[in-house]
């Protein structure tokens, strides 16, 4: 009697999920189909957020017009320390597991972050000119976010300081990791010091301090920032894995040339 053939395994059970998303080209089959539609939602979702607070939502009754930079300025914030937590994320799962598109990922988060923390950090000198007759004082919040704007630069120095790519990860890795303890620093400064900058606006655990018809074009425009960030993010990892590929080509073609 002829015995069945046995099953193949289900590539998705027993926690495997992890390494069968981890293949840079499985990764890269998926996210191409999907980056156009990602482009066009954060920018209808980027540009409404922006339109509708600067020309349709009220003013602050205490600021005037000057607050309406915070449709910019604060998703920028979150987006840019949220960013900084993806980085350290992946860089564990480098050290961990070393999954290559972790640090892929990793590789590229880093120029995409610090292009959001620069943002952050000039809207926020643009809102407190006004604000405290200063464009920048060293204040506990502005600070801690500069320092994180230096750590991804440190981290984008450090993967190209290495010729040995293996190890610029495994450094970039640690370093990423290290940084990590600078974002509750960034959250909390405005309870732990005595700061010019404002507390917190929007709170999850109590009530919020804003008008509902702000609120609605700034949560908005914070979702198509993180969208935008998502879609840089994945543009440029498909473009530094089909760079791989192609330099694995190369060097295959080289060798085989007697």
């Not at 390494?19 to 920018?43: D, K, M, T």
Request: with cysteine; aromatic share 14%; net charge positive.
């Amino acid at each position: 009697m002829k015995q069945s053939a046995t099953p193949l395994a289900n590539p998705l059970s027993r926690g495997r999920w992890i390494h069968y998303f981890a293949n840079p080209g499985r990764f890269q089959r998926i996210a191409r189909p999907a980056l156009p539609w990602l482009a066009g939602i954060s920018v209808l979702l980027t540009v409404t957020g922006i339109v509708w607070g600067y020309w349709f939502a009220p003013a602050d009754w205490q600021q005037g017009d000057a607050a309406r930079i915070m449709y910019v300025h604060v998703p920028a914030a979150w987006v840019a320390m949220a960013g900084y937590a993806a980085l350290a994320f992946c860089s564990f799962l480098s050290l961990v597991w070393r999954h290559p598109l972790a640090d892929i990922a990793a590789e590229e988060i880093g120029p995409v972050g610090a292009g959001f923390t620069a943002v952050c950090l000039v809207s926020g000198s643009l809102w407190g000119k006004p604000m405290w007759g200063a464009y920048w004082v060293w204040d506990a919040r502005l600070t801690s976010v500069l320092i994180l704007f230096f750590l991804y630069l440190g981290h984008i120095a450090l993967i190209r300081a290495f010729d040995n790519k293996a190890h610029a990860y495994r450094a970039a890795a640690i370093l990423a990791l290290a940084g990590a303890v600078n974002l509750p620093i960034i959250v909390y400064s405005v309870q732990w010091w005595n700061t010019l900058h404002q507390g917190n606006t929007i709170s999850l655990t109590g009530p919020s301090k804003i008008y509902i018809t702000m609120l609605y074009p700034l949560l908005i425009g914070t979702v198509g920032f993180y969208l935008s960030f998502l879609t840089m993010v994945v543009a440029r990892m498909c473009a530094a894995i089909s760079e791989r590929k192609t330099t694995a080509l190369l060097r295959a073609a080289a060798e085989a040339v007697p």
